[in-house]
C-alpha cells in the first residue's frame, strides 16, 4: 500500500463514529472483554490499552471467597474450548480492596459481574459494590459450571426475575447474563428485562464434555463444563436474533466466539449493540483491542459511517 492509500485508509477509518449506546450506559465504542476471560483486567493490561476498550468486564465476583473447581479446569477442543473454572474468586470486598485500584488506574470503564447460590447472595454483591464506580453491573445467572446447575437462574423465569431484581443494589444498570441452554430463551430474557435489567448479556458458554479415551475419564476434574471459542459463534448469532426479532429494540451484549471484526459485525448485524471478547484472549491476550480496530476498518470498507448503525441490521 501507498503512503497516499495508507493515508487516506486512516482518514475514512477515522472518520467512523465508534460510539454505541446499551440501555442508559453510552461507551466509546462497542468492544468489552468478556466476563471470566481476563481476569480482573489488570492480567492482560500489558497487551492491551484497556482504556481505549468500551468497557472491562471482570470475573464473576460473589459475597464470598470461592474456591471454584478442582483441575483441569481448561481442555481445548477443535473450536474452542471448555473450561470448568467453578467461579473462583477473592469475594466482592476483597476485590474493592485488592484489585479495584489497579484497574481504576488504568482508565478503563468498568463492569463488574457478580453471581450467587441465592438471590440474597446477589443483593449482597451487589451492596458490595455499590459506589465502586462502576459504569454497570452484570447479573451471570447462567454458568454452567456450578453443581446443581438445574437450579441455574437463568434457567427459571422467576429465580431470573429474582436474582436481577436483587441486583439492583449497585445502584448502576444491570446487565442479566443469560444462558442459551434453556427451552425459551426469550421467556427468560423477558423475565430479565420485566424485572429491571437495562440491558441482556447473550450468551454464556453451552453444556460440553470431553473423555480421554485411553483413561475412559471425563478430561476436566469437574466433569462436564462450558464450550466456548468459535463453535460458540453460530450459536451465539441465533440467540442474539431471536431476542431482537421477539422483543425488538432491546439492548443486547453479543458474547460467543468473537475473534475478529467481522465477527463483531455479524453479532451486532444479529442485534447487538456491543460485543465482549472473550476466548480468543486465551490465545492471544491482544484480542480485545485487534478485534476494535477490526471493526473500525471492517466499517470504513463497507461504508458504515457509525458502529451504532450496525445494531439490528438483519432484521431490517
Known amino acids: 500500500m501507498s503512503v497516499p492509500e495508507g493515508r487516506a485508509r486512516a482518514?475514512?477509518?477515522?472518520?467512523?463514529?465508534?460510539?454505541?449506546?446499551?440501555?442508559?450506559?453510552?461507551?466509546?465504542?462497542?468492544?468489552?472483554?468478556?466476563?471470566?476471560?481476563?481476569?480482573?483486567?489488570?492480567?492482560?493490561?500489558?497487551y492491551v490499552d484497556l482504556g481505549s476498550?468500551?468497557?472491562?468486564?471482570?470475573?464473576?465476583?460473589?459475597?464470598?471467597?470461592?474456591?471454584?473447581?478442582?483441575?483441569?479446569?481448561?481442555?481445548?477442543?477443535?473450536?474452542?474450548?471448555?473450561?470448568?473454572?467453578?467461579?473462583?474468586?477473592?469475594?466482592?470486598?476483597?476485590?474493592?480492596?485488592?484489585?479495584?485500584?489497579?484497574?481504576?488506574?488504568?482508565?478503563?470503564?468498568?463492569?463488574?459481574s457478580i453471581w450467587g447460590l441465592t438471590a440474597d447472595d446477589y443483593a449482597a454483591a451487589a451492596a458490595t459494590?455499590?459506589?465502586?464506580?462502576?459504569?454497570?453491573?452484570?447479573?451471570?445467572?447462567s454458568c454452567p459450571n456450578l453443581e446443581g446447575r438445574g437450579q441455574m437462574f437463568a434457567c427459571h423465569p422467576g429465580a431470573c426475575a429474582e436474582a436481577v431484581s436483587a441486583s439492583a443494589a449497585a445502584g448502576v444498570p444491570?446487565?442479566?447474563?443469560?444462558?442459551?441452554?434453556?427451552?425459551?430463551?426469550?421467556?427468560?430474557?423477558?423475565?430479565?428485562?420485566?424485572a429491571g435489567a437495562e440491558a441482556l448479556t447473550l450468551i454464556n458458554t453451552v453444556l460440553g464434555m470431553a473423555i480421554d479415551p485411553v483413561t475412559a475419564q471425563p478430561t476436566l476434574g469437574n466433569g462436564g463444563g462450558g464450550l466456548s471459542g468459535p463453535a460458540l459463534r453460530p450459536v451465539a448469532v441465533r440467540a442474539v436474533y431471536d431476542v431482537r426479532a421477539a422483543l425488538g429494540d432491546v439492548p443486547i451484549v453479543g458474547v460467543g466466539g468473537v475473534a475478529r471484526g467481522e465477527h463483531a459485525a455479524?453479532?451486532?448485524?444479529?442485534?447487538?449493540?456491543?460485543?465482549?471478547?472473550?476466548?480468543?484472549?486465551?490465545?492471544?491476550?491482544?484480542?480485545?483491542?485487534?478485534?476494535?480496530?477490526?471493526?473500525?476498518s471492517w466499517c470504513a470498507r463497507h461504508g458504515v459511517r457509525a458502529a451504532a448503525d450496525l445494531t439490528g441490521r438483519a432484521h431490517q
Open 174 to 194: 444491570v446487565w442479566a447474563k443469560l444462558s442459551p441452554n434453556v427451552t425459551d430463551l426469550v421467556e427468560i430474557a423477558e423475565a430479565a428485562l420485566g
Open 11 to 46: 482518514a475514512r477509518e477515522a472518520d467512523v463514529a465508534m460510539s454505541v449506546r446499551i440501555g442508559s450506559v453510552e461507551l466509546p465504542n462497542p468492544v468489552m472483554t468478556a466476563s471470566g476471560t481476563a481476569g480482573y483486567g489488570t492480567e492482560v493490561s500489558a
Open 266 to 296: 455479524e453479532l451486532m448485524a444479529a442485534g447487538a449493540c456491543a460485543v465482549q471478547v472473550g476466548t480468543a484472549s486465551f490465545w492471544d491476550p491482544r484480542a480485545p483491542g485487534s478485534v476494535l480496530e477490526q471493526l473500525r
Open 53 to 112: 476498550l468500551g468497557a472491562v468486564v471482570t470475573k464473576s465476583l460473589s459475597p464470598f471467597a470461592w474456591d471454584g473447581h478442582r483441575g483441569p479446569r481448561v481442555v481445548g477442543t477443535p473450536a474452542g474450548m471448555l473450561n470448568a473454572v467453578g467461579l473462583q474468586n477473592p469475594g466482592a470486598h476483597a476485590w474493592v480492596e485488592r484489585e479495584l485500584p489497579r484497574l481504576r488506574g488504568t482508565g478503563a470503564r468498568i463492569v463488574a
Open 129 to 141: 459494590l455499590a459506589g465502586a464506580g462502576l459504569t454497570a453491573l452484570e447479573a451471570n445467572l
